[in-house]
T-cell receptor
């Protein structure tokens, strides 16, 4: 069992829809990260959070530490939001502070 | 600063050949990471450098893999005697510490034929 689980694995939406991607983790975190990966491989960091909620434009990330759960929301989705969204964690006392990744959620937004 | 650069972007090699990839991190970042990503999976940690010291290696990093960061700046990842199972995207990331986040390169896609 992967220590970072994402759902759904694939998500297709119509332009304008509200999108939610979920992430659950089994081990305590020092930080939870949401990243975006476009075809071709490059990864962009969207959010890093350890509590509460963060917002950037149409993207909102929330985390519930007690439930070990985080969500990424996209409001008013657009075809350019089509990408793979990956949840990852860093752990306390880990030294390297390496990222432990989920498998990703492939989002397709149709016009 | 132009971000994290990786070279080459794509590499096709025959099984048994050696390959070397390069990563140039953001200049002031002292932490450098290598990850490997296979199709449909999230990236997996390979190794970590703080300055020139290699401080952590994954058990995924077999004896055929070696990584260096000789002057605490750029890093190289070498795979000897490549196997088809080595086909993957190899990603490099750099950081000043997790509170400052990570910056990823575009990756090197390796295909072993």
């Amino acid at each position: 069992k992967n220590e970072v689980e994402q759902s759904p694995q694939n998500l297709t939406a119509q332009e304008g829809e509200f999108i939610t991607i979920n992430c659950s983790y089994s081990v305590g975190i020092s930080a939870l990260h949401w990243l975006q990966q476009h075809p071709g491989g490059g990864i962009v960091s969207l959010f890093m959070l350890s509590s509460g909620k963060k917002k950037h434009g149409r993207l909102i990330a929330t985390i519930n530490i007690q439930e070990k759960h985080s969500s990424l929301h996209i409001t008013a989705s657009h075809p350019r939001d089509s990408a793979v969204y990956i949840c990852a964690q860093t752990r306390p006392g880990g030294g390297s502070e390496k990222l432990v990744f989920g498998k990703g959620t492939k989002l397709t937004v149709n016009p | 600063d132009t971000g994290v650069s990786q070279d080459p972007r794509h590499k096709i090699t025959k099984r048994g050949q050696n390959v070397t990839f390069r990563c140039d991190p953001i200049s002031e970042h002292n932490r450098l990471y290598w990850y490997r990503q296979t199709l449909g999976q999230g990236p997996e940690f390979l190794t970590y450098f703080q300055n020139e010291a290699q401080l952590e290696k994954s058990r995924l990093l077999s004896d055929r893999f070696s990584a260096e960061r000789p002057k605490g700046s750029f890093s190289t990842l070498e795979i000897q005697r490549t196997e088809q199972g080595d086909s993957a995207m190899y990603l490099c990331a750099s950081s000043l510490g997790t509170a400052r986040g990570y910056t990823f390169g575009s990756g090197t896609r390796l295909t072993v034929v």
